[in-house]
């Protein structure tokens, strides 16, 4: 029962929309579908705006006045249709900076693949045209796509350039070639999400797939637990959350059951697009049929989810028994440590949740009390800092992977007799060598070895155990994690270094540049007119900057 209801009063329906939202993230309700998005899908961004566009792969769409296509489900199908495009299209590949600076041509013009703009080699309207025709393609409209071409090949012919009608004749042939490949599945050529549901039991997933230009790209899967709400909440709650975080909203939306407040959603997504958008409800034809597909792909997504679950299951009892440990490790904590000579040193932990990445879980250590290359006595700082909160906190995990050996294990036993920490096991992983044996045998590896506390000897689970595998991606995972974030300490002391070398730049500036560019290379390759954005600067002192980084590059020895 509700002891008390508190309400607030806000001017549309719109405002009361966007504050529940935001009431949402800050409360966390019990009984509330929670979307969790950790993965962005790859989209292409046309720059439109600009004199010579370039197309280039975002993650995040952005009120610019570019234009977006996407997302594409497979990064690695999206790179091959910019290089297939690149290969087609002969439109400008170097990024903004290298393009403001260039003085020269690069060797993409050379080769026929870039008209070089850079330099003013192509007039601007000619340029402008091949970038319609890159449009032109990624929006489906092949068909008036091949129909400019081929008069545009006539006209070649008719001036008696017949190099350049050859040129557009290959250009041709390999449209058409594309063409074939792709399978319509909407006439009337509009981007689409279509929507699918499916709920079994205490869990519910929802599965779009993403037509663009009546072609379908691909899809992508979404569990959630079904908090006890009717499924016309869920789904309410899903695309009220999915399209506010950035992502690319297309004409329409397809969905298998009418939702509460659909003039409302539809409204608030079309000011979201800046165009309007549609939500539909098919009950018959080829959008009917879309739908049932993804339902279908729903079902099956929760059959797969469900069988890698139990495959894990078993991957972690195995585990647990293998090792002798005193319980099934579902939650697994891996440590690593980063250092340059003792220089720039940090730890990392990442999380795994019943086989799983737990990224909320990852965390990073920065190395406070060790001066040295001293990886044991760093190792100790970041597991006592770590479990002595985790002991306040009654957050600890069924097991803990190091890497190192025994030295690192021992380290980890002191940590825990220092804490008192009794229910939680330990393993260290070491990785195997290439040892000498005889002159006339030659060098040979080692096996990898498993220690544990209680055991003098190492358990080898031999090089294709499936359990080694596990183990392995824990501690790479971790060593990954680690070095990830010491590269980004070291960049930013020594951009700070360097900053503090720019005469007329105060700690000031220099903060407001780290914090708005986020990294020292994109400060080095920054133009003025990106440097005068950041926070605190001017033309005057974005000119300073720009050209204390030319200068210094101008003045490092070419190999």
Do not use: W
Request: aromatic share 8%.
């Amino acid at each position: 029962m509700s002891a008390d209801i508190e309400t607030i009063v806000t001017g549309t329906e719109k405002e009361a929309l966007i504050l529940e939202d935001n009431l949402v993230k800050e409360h966390h309700p019990r009984y509330n579908v929670k979307l969790r998005v950790d993965k962005r899908y790859p989209c292409l961004r046309l720059s439109v705006e600009e004199e010579f566009p370039t197309l280039s792969i975002v993650r995040r769409i952005k009120k610019d006045r570019s234009v977006y296509f996407g997302p594409y489900p497979s990064a690695t199908s999206l790179r091959e249709t910019l290089k297939l495009i690149r290969r087609l299209f002969p439109i400008r590949t170097c990024l903004d900076t290298k393009f403001t600076n260039r003085l020269r041509p690069c060797i993409n013009f050379e080769m026929g693949r870039c008209l070089g703009p850079c330099s003013e080699e192509v007039d601007p309207a000619r340029y402008r045209e091949i970038v319609h025709q890159v449009r032109m393609f990624l929006e489906g409209k092949n068909r008036d796509l091949v129909k400019r071409l081929k008069e545009r090949m006539e006209e070649e012919s008719e001036k008696l350039n017949f190099e350049g009608a050859a040129k557009i004749r290959d250009q041709l042939t390999h449209i058409e070639r594309v063409i074939e490949k792709q399978k319509i599945v909407s006439q009337d050529f509009l981007d689409l999400d279509v929507t699918g549901f499916y709920r079994k039991d205490h869990r519910v997933i929802l599965y779009l797939l993403f037509v663009r230009a009546g072609k379908l790209l691909g899809g992508r899967g979404f569990g959630l637990p079904s908090s006890g709400l009717p499924d016309e909440e869920i789904l309410y709650s899903f695309l009220h959350q999915y399209y506010r975080d950035g992502k690319y909203i297309p004409d329409q939306i397809l969905i298998p059951m009418a939702i509460p407040e659909q003039g409302l959603v539809e409204e608030e997504l079309s000011d979201l697009k800046g165009k309007r958008v549609r939500i539909l409800l098919p009950m018959r034809g080829d959008k009917k049929q879309l739908i049932e597909m993804a339902c279908e792909n729903a079902e099956k997504y929760l059959s797969k989810e469900t069988d890698e679950k139990m495959d894990r299951q078993k991957l972690l009892e195995s585990l647990g028994e293998r090792l002798h440990l005193g319980r099934i490790p579902r939650r697994i904590e891996g440590f690593d440590i980063s250092n340059l000579q003792g220089g720039y040193a940090v730890g990392s932990m990442v999380s795994f949740h019943d086989g799983k990445p737990d990224k909320e879980g990852y965390r990073h250590f920065k190395i406070n009390t060790i001066e040295g290359a001293d990886d044991y006595g760093m190792m100790y700082e970041v597991l006592f800092r770590r479990y002595r909160k985790a002991l306040e906190e009654n957050d600890l995990p069924d097991l803990v992977l190091l890497d190192g050996g025994k030295g690192q294990l021992n380290v980890a036993v002191e940590v825990f007799k220092e804490l008192n920490v009794k229910t939680v096991d330990l393993i260290s992983l070491a990785k195997e060598r290439t040892v000498d044996r005889t002159e006339s045998s030659g060098t040979e590896k080692t096996e990898e070895k498993i220690f544990l506390p209680q055991h003098k000897a190492p358990v080898i689970l031999g090089r294709h155990s499936p359990l080694l595998h596990f183990l392995d991606r824990v501690r790479d995972e971790a060593h990954r994690f680690a070095i990830t974030y010491h590269k980004k300490i070291r960049g930013r002391e020594t951009i700070k270094s360097v900053l503090r070398e720019i005469p007329g730049i105060g700690r000031v500036r220099q903060r407001e540049l780290i914090k708005f560019f986020g990294s020292p290379e994109k400060i080095k390759e920054a133009s003025p007119e990106e440097l005068v954005k950041a926070p605190k600067m001017n033309s005057k002192s974005a000119r300073i900057v720009y050209d204390f980084f030319r200068s210094a590059q101008e003045e490092e020895p070419s190999l």
